[in-house]
């Protein structure tokens, strides 16, 4: 038997905002039995099989199915199945907040937003503010009832996506991450602070909190996205990153697919890119293969896949400083990176400053915080997106994505490793529209 060990990782203490960890695998809802993830087979094949098919996605090429435990193998017994990974249940990390939140008696934060100094963003509203662009925030629900969101909010297409798949209603913040991250990207600067496209329309899909955060409802809350027509739905979470040899290739193929359906259908995803330093092309720490006595048998430096990013048909996204470096916490790697984008903190623990290097933004109960990491830098492109969906409809995802990769700076072509084709600049962006 073959173990995966990884013999040198950076625990950071601290800030960690963005993700997700894997915590296990297991049930999507302990009343239907175990959820699955399944590429391919038809949905009559699987339920002549004895499955239940609770979603069908990406044009029927992943299924979200429940049945008995420990059935993989029939499962995959099933003609055309060509993946099938038991339902990753996991567990939401907070980012730091660095200070107590402040209330909108306070308001007028402009000067506190150095993440829309630094990308020319308020500049950028000259030209367009998101008017007419829909933007899911997928992550623990968003509090629509926040002075700066409020205007902006539509309640009747939110959802929270519960138990492996389930649509249910709208239930607001169930933390403080999602209306963060909604602030960042589309606050309209009623009361205190202003999101990069703040004319545009949050829509909240909720698939972190409670009797949520699994892989099924990341990819049920993906497809209610390219369903209601959303420019873009941003994905400020993910999972701990593994290499080639340990990650789940079933779970990678279902992921990529239903991606890549979504942006076919025009909603382009933008993800964060993870807090976990790790070199998502190479592989910088290494996995030691031992056999069943501990024995090292060999060394493996490989890919790392980080889910739902790095897959064809994602944004994924890497965070920034207000110094314009690469900050201490996020992933990195060439051909891994789409763009970077102002997520907090300098280049290092040491000389980060709490608060004033942090993502300042809205909170539930119409408050204002402090929080960093690769959470905070993938809603700004987010919000990016919506600006140039104002000034261009009828662009696809791959012309969108185009556009604000040439409108980016920092960067000679597309391969830097810390921000792909650069740490993006809003003006830069439209201008060229």
């Known amino acids: ?22 915590g296990a695998l297991g049930s999507g809802s302990a009343s239907s039995g175990t959820t699955y993830v399944v590429t391919g087979g038809s949905s009559g094949r699987l339920e002549d099989a004895g499955f239940a098919v609770t979603r069908e996605l990406a044009g029927g090429s992943v299924s979200i199915v429940t049945g008995p435990a420990d059935a993989e193998g029939d499962l995959e017994s099933v003609s055309g199945v060509s993946g099938v990974t038991e339902n990753f249940e996991v567990d939401f990390a907070d980012p730091v907040e660095s200070a107590e939140p402040q209330t909108t008696d306070d308001a007028a934060f402009t000067d506190l937003q150095w993440d829309k100094e ?8 000259d030209y367009a503010t998101g008017e007419g662009s829909r933007i899911v925030v997928a ?5 629509g009832t926040h002075p700066d969101l409020e205007g902006n909010f539509n309640e009747e297409l939110s959802v929270s996506v519960v138990e492996g798949g389930q649509i249910s209603e709208h239930e607001g913040d169930t933390g403080t991450h999602g209306t963060h991250v909604a602030g960042i990207a589309a606050a309209s600067g009623a009361e205190g602070v202003t999101g990069t496209a703040p004319d545009a329309e949050i ?9 949520s955060s699994s892989f099924a409802d990341i990819l049920v809350g993906a497809e209610y996205a390219a369903e209601i027509g959303a420019d873009v739905a941003n994905y400020s979470l993910g999972a701990t990153p593994q290499p080639a040899e340990a990650n ?28 976990d330093v790790v070199n998502l092309q190479q592989g910088q720490s290494p996995w030691e293969i031992t056999d069943e006595d501990g024995e090292v048998v060999d060394v493996i430096y490989d890919n790392w896949h980080y889910l739902p990013g790095t897959v064809q048909g994602a944004m994924t996204v890497s965070a920034s400083g207000p110094g314009d470096n690469l900050s201490f916490y996020s992933n990195y790697g060439t051909n891994a990176i789409e763009v ?31 929080k960093a990491g690769t959470s905070m830098a993938a809603p700004q492109v987010a919000g990016l997106v919506g ?21 980016a700076e920092l960067a000679e072509g597309r391969s830097s490793s810390e921000f792909g084709a650069g740490r993006i600049n809003a003006l830069n962006t439209v201008q060229r529209l």
Not at 1 to 22: D, E, F, H, P
Request: proline share 4%; net charge negative; no cysteine.
């Open 203 to 211: 829509v909240s899909v909720r698939v972190l909190g409670p009797n």
């Open 387 to 407: 600006l140039v969906r104002e000034l261009e409809p009828d662009m696809n995802a791959d012309q969108v994505e185009n556009e604000i990769a040439h409108g």
């Open 139 to 143: 992550d623990t629900g968003v509090d």
């Open 248 to 275: 789940s290739e079933g779970l990678r193929v279902a992921v990529q697919q239903v991606m890549q359906s979504v942006a076919r259908r025009g909603t382009l995803s933008t993800t964060a890119a993870g807090n």
């Open 340 to 370: 970077g984008a102002p997520g907090g903190a300098r280049s290092t623990l040491e000389e980060t400053t709490i608060p004033d290097d942090l993502v300042y933004s809205t909170v539930p109960n119409g408050g204002y915080g402090w």
């Open 118 to 125: 630094i990308t020319d963003t308020f500049e950028a509203h």
């Open 1 to 22: 038997m073959k173990n995966y060990t990884k013999t040198r990782r950076r625990v950071l203490q601290g800030i960690t905002a963005a993700g997700l960890s894997i």
